[in-house]
C-alpha cells in the first residue's frame, strides 16, 4: 500500500474556487485509475471525480459536475481537484484514490487500495 500526500484544502466563501492535489514521492501514476472522494462529518465517503488512465475518460458526480475538474501532471506526477463556485455543501474532507488501471471509472471507495490521509475543505455561507 502507497500513502498518498493530499494538500491544499482550507477555507473560502461560498462562489470562490480551491484547488487540492495530491502526490506519491516516487509513485508512477501511469496505468493507475485515479479519483478524489470526500467524506462529511456523519456521512458516508462518496465519489467526487475520477478517470481511467487507459482512454482518458472522466466522471463527476452530479452534485459537482460543471463547477470541478480533475487533472493530472503526469511529469511529477501529481492528481489535481480545481474546485470552483464552491457552495457550503461542498465541505468536507477530501481524499486522493489510485487503483489499478481498468477501461471504466471506478466509482465506489472499496475499489481502491491507495488513498491520500484527506484535506479539509470548508465554504461558508
Known amino acids: 500500500q502507497v500513502q498518498l500526500e493530499d494538500s491544499g484544502g482550507g477555507s473560502v466563501q461560498a462562489g470562490g474556487s480551491l484547488r487540492i492535489s495530491c502526490g506519491a514521492p516516487?509513485?508512477?501514476?501511469?496505468?493507475?485509475?485515479l479519483a478524489w472522494f470526500r467524506q462529511a462529518p456523519g456521512k458516508e465517503r462518496e465519489f467526487v471525480a475520477g478517470?481511467?488512465?487507459?482512454?482518458?475518460?472522466?466522471e463527476y458526480s452530479e452534485a459537482v459536475k460543471g463547477r470541478f475538474t480533475i487533472s493530472v501532471d503526469t511529469t511529477k506526477p501529481v492528481v489535481s481537484l480545481q474546485m470552483d463556485n464552491l457552495k457550503p455543501e461542498d465541505t468536507a474532507t477530501y481524499y486522493c484514490?489510485?487503483?489499478?488501471?481498468?477501461?471504466?471509472?471506478?466509482?465506489?471507495?472499496?475499489?481502491?487500495?491507495?488513498w491520500g490521509q484527506g484535506t479539509q475543505v470548508t465554504v461558508s455561507s
Open positions: 484514490a489510485t487503483a489499478a488501471s481498468d477501461s471504466r471509472v471506478k466509482r465506489r471507495a472499496d475499489e481502491y487500495l491507495d
Open positions: 516516487g509513485r508512477d501514476f501511469r496505468f493507475s485509475n
Open positions: 478517470k481511467t488512465w487507459t482512454g482518458g475518460l472522466y
